[in-house]
């Protein structure tokens, strides 16, 4: 007979009533729930990728099937006249970067005696009735100038240019020269102001403590005891004011300013130049002289007084060694103190304004921070390799596949037919997507990468993660930070500090409101269609900011729908949208 607890085939213990086993046992989760953040999901991206790799395909050989082929050399189908006129827009561009140095070198106060750092020595009621005159004459000029560098590359364009590739070049270079000579006047303005108050440290700007009284501009609060006549006290004083205050006045700057300081600094590279020599005898002096588990740390404080001395001092701790001493050197500045290697009056050469004009940036500064090291010719390749090939990618995705599409849109908008426009503009958004993201990469990463390693350019925080942005807002603040700042630095923190102290919104208005000039401009003008859709779509942004930032409080930062919501709006509807809209009035405008 059988034993009472026999074994099981396997050798294992026979379980009893085999279909009355317990299965669910403890409480758990899908494996899809947000609740799991565990759980990978590569192999259902792997999928994905294919499944659109897949379907790209298919539209390449569909395309293909019904037009053949349709790219042609770049540039070969524009007119002469067309590259002439361009030529002359850009000479207009560069002439207004002549004129903005002629206009500073002009600005610079040239009392007798005076030296490099050091203010005036004229009696203050003095100084300031002729620094008042003076400021009001550079201001009129700089206006000028501004007004030229827009003016004219626009007639040039709208008037003179067909083809809108180039005439968007002629524009983007005007707009970009704009703003980088803005800079160049508000930022000279203020260190101007400074010299003249013999304010060395850049920290005793009167205007922080100024405010408007029935239009005039009254120094210091009430009950203050009259402070002296200073060249400040005038209309013309805070018009250009560039001073920039501390984060916390704006919202939602803290996050992105928090966000670009945790970049990493970049790698150091050693050569033998004087740079490099104080970098190298510094780093080895910190090897010899530190033990061993310490010494990378007082290399990179060693590299960090390096670089202070090339460029703007890096705001590092003042324990840089790690050894608890903070008396062995003076504490570092306030991470935001205006502090440059440059003195005015002494910035205020061809050199100093042309590598501005050159660096990757929009914001004037006498110095900026450098890299020590040689120009890394297989980086450089690199980053060239990449914007040629995508700029060649960009070109064949716009004629082979969105130009059929877009006749097709206008088709589509004669015949009134709103099921096939929609179709036309679905099918465009996955090719305006596609160049948007090939044109952000080639600019923002390739090309400003190689303009910046060929001038030692060390800041290269050109961009954040904007493509996990929750809201429109956080969008406009990351993908283009040079704008950021420029808007921040330019036009939101002079308008909400003193003395005008405008309301915050006020500051947005005025923010998109410039963005949205310079938007219709870029667009506009070398399409030939002054009807407003970039600047509608620009202040269109403001209540779509509100809905985004609306969603994220309802549903939280984390459900994915605010960054939806700005997908859609932006990518799937809001470029092909425009895109089809210009497109339609181009092509009516020139039959």
């Known amino acids: 007979m059988g034993s009472k607890n026999a074994s099981a085939p396997g050798g294992g213990r026979a379980h009893p009533y085999l279909q009355a086993q317990v299965v669910h046992y403890k409480p758990r989760v899908s494996v899809l729930d947000k609740e799991l953040t565990t759980v990978s999901y590569h192999g259902l991206i792997n999928f994905l990728l294919l499944l659109l790799s897949a379907t790209l395909v298919r539209l390449a050989i569909e395309n293909y099937m019904k037009y053949g082929i349709l790219v042609s050399i770049p ?54 009735g002729i620094a008042a005159a003076a400021d009001k004459r550079t201001l009129a000029l700089h206006a000028a100038n501004l007004a030229w560098v827009l003016v004219v590359p626009s007639c040039i364009t709208y008037f003179g240019i067909f083809q809108p590739a180039l005439g968007t070049l002629v524009m983007a270079s005007a707009c970009v020269m704009s703003l980088k000579l803005y800079s160049l006047a508000a930022t000279n303005f203020d260190l101007r102001r400074a ?256 303009l910046a390693e060929v001038l030692g350019f060390a800041d290269r925080a050109f961009y954040l993660d904007w493509w996990n942005s929750v809201d429109l807002a956080a969008y406009w603040r990351e993908w283009n930070l040079p704008i950021h700042y420029f808007c921040k630095r330019h036009i939101m923190v002079p308008l909400i500090s003193a003395p005008l102290s405008l309301p915050l919104f006020a500051g947005v208005l005025v923010t998109f409101l410039v963005s949205a000039i310079m938007h219709e401009l870029l667009f506009g003008i070398p399409t030939h269609c002054l009807r407003g859709y970039s600047f509608v779509g620009m202040m269109m942004q403001i209540p779509l900011i509100s809905l985004t930032q609306w969603l994220v409080r309802w549903r939280g930062p984390e459900s994915g729908l605010g960054n939806a919501m700005f997908w859609i709006s932006f990518c799937i509807v809001g470029q092909p949208l425009g895109v089809v809209q210009y497109y339609h009035t181009w092509t009516k405008n020139n039959p």
């Open 75 to 128: 540039g070969a189908s524009v007119d002469q006249r067309d590259w002439l006129m361009a030529l002359a827009g850009l000479v207009a561009v560069l002439v207004s970067f002549v004129a903005a140095y002629a206009i500073e070198r002009a600005a610079v106060p040239g009392a007798p005696g005076h030296r490099p750092g050091r203010g005036v020595r004229a009696d203050p009621p003095q100084a300031a």
């Open 195 to 450: 010299y003249r108050l013999a304010d060395a440290r850049l920290d005793s700007d009167p205007l922080c403590s100024a405010r408007i009284v029935r239009g005039q501009l009254v120094l210091g609060a009430a009950g203050d005891p009259p402070p002296r006549p200073v060249a400040v006290a005038t209309s013309a004083s805070f018009a250009l004011n560039a001073r920039a205050l501390d984060d916390s006045h704006v919202s939602g700057n803290d996050r992105i300013d928090a966000k670009a300081d945790a970049l990493p600094r970049p790698r150091l590279r050693n050569r033998a130049t004087t740079a490099s020599g104080r970098l190298g005898r510094a780093a080895s002096s910190a090897r010899s002289t530190s033990p061993e588990p310490s010494a990378p740390r007082a290399a990179a404080a060693a590299a960090d007084r390096a670089h202070s001395e090339d460029g703007v001092a890096p705001g590092i701790s003042a324990d840089s060694d790690g050894d608890g001493d903070c008396a062995r050197s003076p504490p570092p500045p306030p991470r935001h103190a205006v502090l440059y290697t440059v003195a005015y009056p002494a910035n205020v050469t061809i050199g100093n304004f042309a590598y501005f004009w050159l660096a990757p940036t929009l914001c004037y500064q006498p110095s900026y921070p450098r890299d020590a090291g040689p120009i890394r010719k297989s980086f450089l390749a690199k980053r060239i390799a990449e914007l040629v090939i995508l700029g060649l990618a960009m070109h064949v995705v716009i004629q082979q596949y969105a130009v059929p599409t877009l006749v097709g849109s206008v088709h589509a908008i004669d015949a009134r037919d709103g099921f096939w426009l929609s179709e036309r503009v679905l099918k465009l958004s996955v090719i305006s997507a596609a160049v948007w993201f090939l044109g952000f990469y080639a600019i923002f990463h390739a090309g400003l990468n190689a």
